[in-house]
């Protein structure tokens, strides 16, 4: 890529996000289109629009995120929100404070030696553009110059280190003022037990379980609730479900066909058979109250039978109070350490209840085999897609579906079809890559879906590294120099280091790419605006529809935060060798940081809450990211003939130490929570009935409450401990 | 080595046995002898011979050794000699099931083929004799007999497995019991706490604890006892003690001289300078009296200064009661992971005190030192012994200490000079390694005795695998063809597993001089008796020195495992290639078990008592040894050519699976104490002074019970919450 079309390519990207930035400002001052604008607002009841529509003022958007507190984003969108934006703001604040020093001290440097203009001027001068000049390239191999590269990787990786340092110690107080509000959550006052062996006295397993955790925690322990198989009460709740929607959409149609036809109006008709489209046609209304009315005796007496003959070999336990509960989830239980597991509960919101059933070994044979899984597809995935490619050509398509010739003949159709059916198997492919990898993390039998996304997440950021990332610095070269690298794996540094330079255009403009067109189109929601209107015109007709229908979702963070990694690993990679991405990457995150703070306080609602557990992750990752960035540079300075390259190893060394102090000093009070978080500000004694409540799955929800007078004494049994 | 010198030796090895039995079975009847050989019987007031001297025939202590039930062994000596034990008999139960299919079956099918008579009759005969005949190696490469010793390897390891997850099993069974008796330990009341930061309201460290502790136990805590520098007091408790011995010694001489010369005796007199050898002359009682004053009256002040101003960042926390105690011990505390850490706290007598007080990152750095340093012991030892034996030449020791020359020329000495001081600086590195071992492992900063052995233990096997049994298999060529290894790792096994059977022989005459000299000594005890008589004679004069004088000492067990730990794993190796050698590991050891019982039933006194914390250690090792010894089978296999050698992937697999499994079933709870066990039986509420008052250091005794009033509202306060 030249420097023409490089200007042309950023120009135009910019060109789109101004019109994207104009399109959101237009339609979101317009009332009907606030479900999709303020969606966070109105759910948490507020205006969508403080001070009225003329106050709006195009930017005023920008003052609102800049002026919301942590607090706010806390209180908006919750501690993960905000720890997501801590994210962001560090590596902005990392490339921020590399590029002061980076930028007025090695593009001069570069720009002033010539090693280019020698070296190519014989050649040619197809791949020396006006960039090139201004990177690492442009210095001769072995000139003292380099020492200015040298000690700007010392630089960028103390400045990565304080401001890691800072934001880990702030993250991790973030986590614990959350964790030890007064506020009750379930979570605090429950424990998750897994793998209760069978009992040799027969007793039911709510038996055993009360008896062992009474034996045990004789002051503390409140009640429990053994897993009951909820797969048929499940079923025929959400079948329960449909027709109570249906019912609600056929009433408001038959009351709308009043006023618009007959005055008696049109009942609706449907047909029972399949899809809706054969069998006998009955009256919808009559036939859902049937139904309903059917499904409600089915799912009474399933409930009883579920509470009964299905209970399984876990349970939630619940204490009296959160020190207890913290206290029982770090203790190890059973003298055979495979039964009795117990650790702390997810949110009730986050529980993945199929999960919780699963077998120690069995989790254990899933994880490993979920890991190769996601190792062959992340290293050998071109290999399904070069062959569903070879077979999705164009003489295929016209062989076995014939009738498709006439269509596929026409010259607009075949010109746009040639360029895009070898890529369709990709394109596929990676559209369904989040949901295969969701699937595969939430198949190991991770109990939480938090730690499903975590998982999910760390996934991605491995493909998206080793496909993107590699893919294309290295491109070709690497499968064919396979054999070298088996022999040599030094060389392979060499070779990613010295095919690192030539693609720094290319990544520029990528990341350019990525924070025009991806955030206007983030900012500007126009798909789901497109399908709220859809929607809201064509099929919806009860409340709860067009509720449905704008439904914000949340931020996405499985796929959201490996794509910036990617951006941030790029940015880190080149910030030396060709400084001039380091602007980039500050425009990137800065108007990330500023988006997601607007879509937080105005926009998505998180799905649940893990206070932060998201950040070990994102911060072992930008380490992870630094320390291939210094390895990167330690290569590539070899190969420019630097006889001080090897000072790049004590930095390396220093990389993995600080990586591991920050583990010991901050990571398990990410994995367990502290006795001290928990003793905090724990005055009032919590209504355990509600705590219990909460955990009910909805397909159980009204047989089990009746449970819930056990809880009395529970509850007066606490107080009594407590006023000892 | 020819059959014939392998018969010579092992017959003068046998004899040697025999006559240290007899010795044995004479010198342990004499009533003067049996503080020596009944030492552990002497002090728990048992009398040394059941049933008087009469009924004791030569193989009377065979009967009781075998009689003991484990119950007695654990009376006797402890959880952890009962967990040797069972080290040794499964590795005996394993050799003895492992023979009784390989010996009948392998030994014929390699007996009659003649892969050796076709190979080297035209070479020489020196290397082939009758036992390799009885190996794998006189089989033919790629004969389909080579199926037989493939399958022998899956009966081998299978047994393996069987024995040691049954074995597993057991210790865990044996240590619960053991920890959920109803006997006070003071351990099990108490927790360690380090890392305690550095307080900002300036309270003394002791208040800071108990309000940090009283708050997050308000129910449990009981009291806590800050970890001072008792440096200053040890070395005036040390002084005072040596001046009281010497006081009970010398007024014993007094009275002794009355008798013997003039009745109104010599008052024993000596010098007070360096080593009593200058210096004024004084009388000894006179001066240890004025002494012992003087220096008692300086522990009180010292004691009292340490209580108040060297008060360190470490402090035992003491608990009410047991389940408490570990609750809290697995629980996290603080929000920052690496202050107030809480572990179990060792017992008083494994303490060691200085460690207490390092810091966690101290710690840390301390240990990765240690590993480094062990590492390059263990790999590059030869180099500083090469080096000193270069120098501790006969003409160096001529040159440099010329008064010697006139002795060292003497024929006699010159001779055994000329054998021996080559060796010098390897027998005096081994004998001192040991040692370095232990001081290596205690400066890791490890808390406990118990821990220091366990690493110790663990470092010592490194060493012997990789000197003695790879050192001696591969000898020289290893360091010749390093080249050839580091390009291709894959021959490593290929050249280990070459040179294997060429030193069966060698280890068989190993383990054979092992059991029957080695157990010999063991048994007849002849260094310590000699000793004991020695210093009874000459040195001792006070009832309290003479005690000491046989005090018999525990098993040892960081260098006794270890080295058992070699002889299992050169049979493990050998089994298969040279069966002949599995009857040697059986004798080795069911003598080893037999002579350890009686060593724990009448000498040894163990020295503290970890409940059989090491098995995991040994369990880890045993399934370490079962892999090396497939790996090699497999590389040997290989190397006869034999195509389904491959076969032996999936054992490898299956050895790691059950490792994996064992730890994930039994591991933890040798770790952590498990809720379940602290539980049971604990019926009655100790007396927590007595608990308190384990845990002082000797030198700070006096001053500190006086502290002991504080418990009485602890105890009170415990009796309130455990009525509820």
């Given at each position: 890529m030249d420097f023409s079309s490089f200007l042309t390519s950023l120009a135009t990207s910019f060109v789109i996000f101004v019109a994207l930035m104009l399109v959101f400002t237009w339609l979101s001052r317009k009332p009907g289109n606030h479900v999709v604008y303020f969606p966070s607002r109105i759910l948490r009841g507020l205006d969508p629009l403080e001070g009225g529509p003329l106050s709006r003022s195009p930017l005023a958007w920008i003052r609102a995120a800049f002026a919301a507190s942590e607090a706010d984003i806390v209180a908006a969108a919750g501690v993960d929100t905000a720890v997501y934006l801590i994210f962001l703001s560090s590596v902005l604040g990392i490339f921020v404070m590399s590029g002061i020093i980076l930028l007025p001290v090695l593009l001069p440097i570069a720009a002033t030696d010539n090693s280019f203009k020698t070296a190519f001027d014989t050649n040619?001068?197809?791949?020396?553009?006006n960039l090139d000049k201004l990177a690492m390239g442009n210095v001769h191999a072995?000139?003292?110059?380099l020492w200015a590269f040298l000690l700007a990787n010392y630089w960028v990786s103390f400045v990565t280190f304080y401001v890691l340092w800072q934001a880990y110690k702030h993250v991790s107080d973030l986590r614990a003022t959350a964790r030890s509000s007064p506020a009750v959550r379930p979570e605090d006052y429950a424990v998750l037990v897994r793998d209760i062996p069978t009992d040799p006295q027969g007793q039911s397993k709510k038996e055993q379980v009360d008896s062992y955790f009474k034996a045990l925690h004789p002051d503390s322990f409140c009640k429990s609730m053994v897993i009951t198989d909820n797969k048929q009460a499940n079923k025929i709740w959400e079948e329960l479900e449909g027709y109570k929607k249906k019912l609600a959409h056929a009433e408001v149609v038959y009351t709308e066909s009043k006023t618009t036809s007959k005055p008696e109006g049109t009942r609706p008709t449907n047909r029972i058979g399949f899809l809706g489209l054969i069998g006998a046609k009955v009256d919808t209304i009559d036939h859902c109250n049937e139904k309903i009315n059917e499904l409600a005796t089915k799912l009474e007496i399933e409930q009883k039978e579920a509470d009964k003959d299905k209970q399984q070999n876990a349970a939630l336990v619940f204490f009296s109070n959160r020190p207890a509960a913290v206290s029982a989830s770090q203790t190890l239980h059973a003298q055979m350490v495979d039964t009795w597991t117990v650790t702390e509960a997810p949110e009730p919101r986050q529980l993945i209840w199929e999960n919780l059933t699963k077998k120690v070994y069995e989790r254990q044979i899933r994880q490993y085999a979920v890991y190769g899984i996601v190792f062959l597809t992340v290293v050998f995935y071109m290999v399904p897609i070069a062959a569903v490619s070879a077979f999705t050509t164009l003489e295929n398509l016209k062989r076995y579906l014939p009738f498709l010739k006439s269509v596929v003949d026409i010259k607009a159709v075949k010109t746009v079809l040639e360029a895009y059916l070898p890529q369709l198997a990709l394109i596929v492919f990676l559209a369904l890559l989040p949901a295969l990898l969701m699937f595969l993390s939430k198949a190991e039998g991770i109990p939480s879906q938090g730690h499903v996304i975590r998982a999910a997440s760390g996934k991605y950021f491995y493909f998206i590294v080793f496909n993107v990332f590699l893919g294309v610095t290295v491109g070709g070269t690497l499968y064919t120099s396979m054999k070298t690298i088996a022999n040599k794996p030094k060389s392979a540094v060499n070779l990613l280091a010295d095919s690192l330079p030539q693609n720094a255009t290319f990544f520029v403009t990528y990341v350019a790419l990525q924070f025009f067109v991806g955030y206007g189109l983030e900012l500007s929601r126009l798909v789901p605006l497109i399908i709220f209107h859809l929607k809201k015109k064509f099929?919806?007709?009860?409340e709860a529809e067009v509720k449905a229908a704008w439904a914000p979702g949340d931020f996405g963070f499985a796929t959201r935060v490996p794509k910036d990694m990617l951006i941030m690993l790029v940015v880190f990679c080149y910030s030396v060798i060709s400084p001039i991405i380091i602007p980039f990457g500050v425009v990137y995150f800065g108007l990330g940081w500023l988006i997601a703070r607007n879509q937080a306080l105005d926009v998505y609602v998180p799905s649940f809450e893990s206070y932060g557990r998201m950040w070990p992750h994102m911060h072992s990752r930008i380490v992870a990211a630094l320390i291939i960035f210094q390895v990167l540079m330690f290569g590539y300075l070899g190969l420019k003939k630097f006889v001080y390259a090897p000072l790049m190893i004590p930095l390396i060394v220093i990389s993995f130490v600080f990586s591991y102090a920050c583990n010991s000093r901050f990571y398990r009070s990410f994995l367990n929570t502290p006795l001290e978080v928990a003793f905090k500000d724990t005055k009032e004694i919590p209504n355990l009935d509600s705590v219990y409540a909460a955990y009910i799955p909805p397909s159980l929800k009204p047989e089990k409450t009746e449970n819930a007078d056990h809880l009395e004494e529970g509850h007066t049994n606490v107080s009594k401990t407590e006023t000892v």
């Open positions: 040619s001068n197809a791949t020396f553009n072995g000139s003292s110059r099929l919806c007709k009860t």
